[in-house]
């Protein structure tokens, strides 16, 4: 089963995007209501570079406080790393981190030339963020964005993301029906927020598209792509104390689930070795 816990973390790790300032900036808890606050979204993100078509996708979404109550009530990083790590790094997910490490050895490898980071770690943050891809999220992502961007405590950054998820459905990446995942909307099977999706999210399979929702091989890459754009030194250890740990606390920044990916990757590349 995924768990929620790297979600807010994510969320916060993976987006660099601050909005810019203009005049038509929406305004958040308009007191004019949440569909006057997504007119002004519309005008925001069009004067932005999205086409009126692609912005479009913001018409008839609803506030939803479902995403506010989760957003408000996270508690799991109060854990140690050792409560942590226990229950993260469980016999189904080392069992089924060594098969994928077998089935996918051949483009991991070559994951690996390109990008330089290694299979293990790969496939250790596929596997704690949605399970190699069983539980992505079935939360809407322009709904989850729009609640968050209209909540005042963020606005800045979830207004960004809300642009960047426009913009992917602007290039063709994804339709806006099937833009669903986590509740603070990361998408797709590295629960990559709209701003990393955009940036660095790969097609390694040459078919014309990024689909990190379906496609593996895409995931893979574009989770290499990312720890490479982040530092990833080729060759050189993950664990806290050495040169790699830095990168994978980009990928996040609380410190018990960075140590968590450490320490399964590190188990799986012994698996490796066996």
Request: aromatic share 10%; with cysteine.
């Amino acid at each position: 089963m995924r768990s929620t816990t790297s979600l807010l973390a994510s969320a916060i790790a993976l987006s660099g995007a601050v909005l810019a300032a203009s005049a038509e900036a929406a305004t958040c808890r308009d007191p004019r209501g949440f569909d006057a606050f997504l007119a002004d979204m519309k005008k925001e993100a069009t004067a932005q570079g999205v086409s009126p078509a692609a912005a479009a996708a913001l018409d008839g979404l609803t506030y939803d406080p479902k995403v506010i109550s989760l957003d408000q009530g996270q508690h799991v990083f109060k854990q140690t790393f050792e409560q942590f790590s226990g229950r993260m790094i469980n016999a189904s997910r080392m069992k089924q981190g060594a098969l994928k490490l077998k089935q996918y050895a051949s483009p991991l490898s070559r994951i690996e030339e390109t990008y330089g980071a290694p299979g293990a770690v790969i496939v250790a943050i596929w596997g704690l963020e949605t399970d190699f891809g069983a539980v992505n999220g079935d939360f809407s992502t322009l709904r989850s964005l729009a609640t968050l961007a209209f909540d005042c405590r963020r606005t800045d950054k979830f207004q960004a993301e809300l642009i960047d998820a426009l913009r992917l459905v602007e290039r063709g990446d994804l339709p806006p029906e099937a833009m669903r995942g986590a509740w603070a909307g990361e998408l797709g099977q590295a629960q990559f927020m709209p701003s990393s999706y955009v940036k660095y999210a790969v097609d390694f399979t040459g078919d014309g598209k990024r689909d990190l929702l379906r496609n593996p091989l895409d995931v893979m890459a574009s989770i290499a792509n990312y720890l490479k754009a982040h530092g990833w030194k080729p060759g050189e250890g993950w664990e806290p104390d050495q040169p790699n740990f830095a990168a994978i606390k980009e990928w996040n920044a609380a410190d018990v689930y960075a140590r968590t990916i450490a320490a399964f990757a590190t188990k799986l590349a012994a698996t490796q070795a066996q």
